[in-house]
């Protein structure tokens, strides 16, 4: 059984950065892509950013593409998701995602808040 678990979110002030982690327990993180999602208050979930099984290739959406960084470690399981000049409209539940073949697994989320 696959198992995500976010950590890092929290508060920080408009422009400033913060590091999200997620360690993935179970067996076959290695093969698959893992992304980023978010969810605001009253918005649907989104992609926020995807990498490929190993680390060459990214995929960002437009609005965090120069601010935010997605890496993996495979040798430790980890997923990292690195956010710069970060703005209110960041603010969410940050959740990460190992889709396997007809089932997509996810953590519990973790919120980051933007504000002063």
């Known amino acids: 059984q696959v198992q995500l678990v976010e950590s890092g979110g929290g508060l920080v002030q408009p422009g400033g950065s913060l590091s999200l982690s997620c360690v993935a327990s179970g067996t076959g993180f290695t093969i698959y892509p893992m992304g980023w999602y978010r969810q605001a208050p009253g918005k649907e979930r989104e992609l926020v950013a995807l990498?490929?099984?190993?680390?060459?290739?990214?995929t960002y959406a437009d609005s965090v593409k120069g601010r935010f960084t997605i890496s993996r470690d495979n040798a430790k399981n980890m997923v990292y998701l690195q956010m710069n000049s970060l703005n209110s409209e960041d603010t969410a539940v940050y959740y990460c995602?190992?889709?396997?073949?007809?089932?997509?697994?996810w953590g519990k989320g973790s919120l980051v808040t933007v504000s002063s």
């Open positions: 995602n190992l889709p396997t073949p007809g089932v997509h697994y």
């Open positions: 990498i490929n099984s190993v680390g060459s290739t990214t």
